[in-house]
C-alpha cells in the first residue's frame, strides 16, 4: 500500500479501482501459453550485477540438439508464433470460435496464412533476419518475462496512412515491485558482432529518448489501439486511464526498454567436437565465463550513451551463423534471399 493507496486498490483518473495482486493475473493471462518455450530457449545462471540498478539481463541460447544447438527447431518454433504477433486477440478469437462452432479447419489454416502474409508484407523489404529477433523478443516477453503484447503493429501497418514506425514491440505487464503499470518497449537486434548489436540497441533508444514527437506518436499509438480483449471490464478501464496521456493530473507508468541481442558466437564451433551431453555443458561453461565480459560491455555502453535512469533490461543470445539463420528463417517464410 502506499499513502495515496492507503486500501491496496489501483484506480488513476477516470478508472474503475482494481486489487493489485487480480490486475497482475488478469494482465498475465492475456500472454499466449506458448507451450515448449524452455524446450527451444534455455538460460545459464549467470548473476547479473550491474553497478546501475536500473539495469538487468539474462543470458539464453537455442535447445541444443545432436552436436549443437538445433537452429532448424528454433525456426520452426518461432514461426508458429506468427498468428498472436500479428493478428489482435479479438481477431483470433473470433476466427477461432467461428471454426470451433462450423467445425471449419480451414477457417484455422486462413489464419495462419493471413498471419504470414501480413509479416511477409511488412517485413519482406527489408528481410535481414532481425525480424526474427523480433519474434524471439515476442516470445521472451509473453513466456519468460509474462508481459502480453498490447498493440499488434503488423495489423496496424496495412493501413497506409498511419505512421507506426517505432519500437519493436509493445508489451505491459503490472509490476508488485513498482507498485504499478509497466510498458515494455522492445529492440530486437542482430548483428555479427556482439558489439554492434548492442550500440544498435543504444542507438534506438537514445534515439527515441531524444525524439519527443516519436514518443507522443508512440505513446498516442498505444492510447488508440491497445488490444485488451479477454481482460475484465475494470482492468481494462484501469489501462486506458493509466496509459491515456491527456488525463489530469497525467497518470504515472514505468518504461522499461528491452533488447534482444543476438550475435555470432564461435564457442559452438570449439565444443561441436565432443560427443552427447558433454557438447551442451563444455558449452555453458564457456558462455557463462562470456557472460561476465558481456555484461562489462553493457553496462559501459549503456553508461556512456543513455541518461540516467532509463530502466533497461536485456537478453543475449549468441548463435553459430546468422547469415543461416537468417536464410533459414526467410525459406520457412516462402521468402528467397540473397
Known amino acids: 500500500m502506499t499513502p495515496s493507496d492507503p486500501h491496496g486498490m ?20 492475456l500472454c499466449d501459453k506458448h507451450a515448449g518455450f524452455h524446450d527451444h530457449v534455455r538460460k545459464i545462471d549467470f548473476d547479473w550485477q550491474p553497478n546501475d540498478p536500473f539495469l538487468v539481463g ?18 520452426r518454433y ?15 478469437k473470433r476466427v477461432l470460435d467461428d471454426a470451433w462452432a462450423a467445425k471449419d479447419s480451414n477457417a484455422i489454416i486462413s489464419l495462419g496464412d493471413r498471419a504470414r502474409e501480413l509479416f511477409v508484407r511488412t517485413r519482406a523489404a527489408a528481410l535481414t533476419g532481425g525480424e526474427a529477433g523480433e519474434l524471439i523478443l515476442f516470445l521472451i516477453l509473453e513466456a519468460l518475462v509474462k508481459a502480453p503484447l498490447l498493440v499488434s503493429k503488423m495489423s496496424l501497418k496495412t493501413n497506409s496512412n498511419m505512421n507506426v514506425h517505432g519500437r519493436d514491440g509493445i508489451h505491459v505487464r503490472y ?7 509497466v510498458l515494455h518497449l522492445g529492440e530486437a537486434k542482430l548483428h555479427g558482432g556482439l558489439a554492434a548489436a548492442v550500440d544498435d540497441a543504444i542507438e534506438s533508444i537514445a534515439g527515441y529518448l531524444g525524439d519527443l514527437a516519436l514518443r507522443t506518436r508512440e ?25 491515456n496521456p491527456y ?14 541481442i543476438g550475435f555470432n558466437y564461435p564457442a559452438y564451433g570449439q565444443v561441436a567436437r565432443l560427443s552427447g551431453d558433454a557438447v551442451e555443458t563444455a558449452f555453458r561453461e564457456i558462455y557463462t565465463k562470456r557472460a561476465g565480459e558481456i555484461a562489462q560491455l553493457i553496462q559501459k555502453k549503456v553508461g556512456d550513451a543513455l541518461p540516467p535512469p532509463t530502466r533497461l533490461r536485456f537478453f543475449v543470445m549468441p548463435f553459430p551463423d546468422l547469415t543461416v539463420f537468417r536464410k533459414a528463417f526467410a525459406q520457412k517464410l516462402g521468402v528467397q534471399i540473397a
Open 10 to 29: 489501483l484506480a488513476p483518473s477516470g478508472g474503475a479501482a482494481v486489487e493489485p495482486s487480480i490486475l497482475q493475473t488478469a494482465i498475465e493471462m
Open 58 to 75: 539474462e543470458f539464453l541460447y537455442p535447445l541444443f540438439g545432436s552436436g549443437g544447438p538445433n537452429i532448424d527447431a528454433l525456426i
Open 78 to 92: 518461432i514461426y508458429r508464433s506468427l498468428i498472436p504477433f500479428c493478428l489482435p486477440r479479438g481477431e483470433v
Open 175 to 181: 509490476c508488485p515491485d513498482l507498485r504499478g503499470l
Open 219 to 243: 505513446i498516442d499509438i498505444i492510447n488508440g489501439n491497445m488490444d485488451l480483449t479477454g481482460l475484465a471490464p475494470e482492468a481494462q478501464d484501469y489501462l486506458r486511464a493509466t496509459l
Open 247 to 260: 488525463t489530469s493530473p497525467p497518470p504515472v507508468f514505468h518504461t522499461i526498454h528491452t533488447c534482444f
